[in-house]
Nanobody, 128 residues
Framework: QVQPVESGGGLVQAGGSLRLSCAAS????????MGWFRQAPGKEREFVAT????????YYADFVKGRFVISRDNAMNTVYLQMNSLKPEDTATYYC?????????????????????WGQGTQVTVSS
């Protein structure tokens, strides 16, 4: 079992940057694909990015490509989301999630039901 815990959210001006962290307990962290999702007020939760367990290859939603970078440090059982050039529409609660099922090297989970364990979320607010 793994329990993700997010941190690093806050208030930032448009154009600024934030780095979110997700510390996940569990010995098998290095074997899990990890993802970030977000949910804005009044909207459904949406996929942001995934990092693979083996290669650390990454996959992004179109709306964050070129602005956000997901990475992982298996020695620290931690996943990061570096967010640059933030926009007011990036305002949301950001969730970290672990996909404990095995997905092939070329498949990047991006659906909520592909992730088994979720953190409580961290709030990111971008002011205009």
């Amino acid at each position: 079992q793994v329990q993700p815990v997010e941190s690093g959210g806050g208030l930032v001006q448009a154009g600024g940057s934030l780095r979110l962290s997700c510390a996940a307990s569990g010995r098998a962290f290095s074997t899990y694909d990890m993802g970030w999702f977000r949910q804005a007020p009044g909207k459904e939760r949406e996929f942001v990015a995934t990092v693979k367990w083996g290669s650390a290859n990454t996959y992004y939603a179109d709306f964050v490509k070129g602005r956000f970078v997901i990475s992982r440090d298996n020695a620290m059982n931690t996943v990061y989301l570096q967010m640059n050039s933030l926009k007011p529409e990036d305002t949301a609660t950001y969730y970290c999630a672990a996909a404990t099922a095995y997905y092939g090297a070329g498949y990047y989970p991006s659906r909520e039901n592909e992730f088994s364990y979720w953190g409580q979320g961290t709030q990111v607010t971008v002011s205009s």
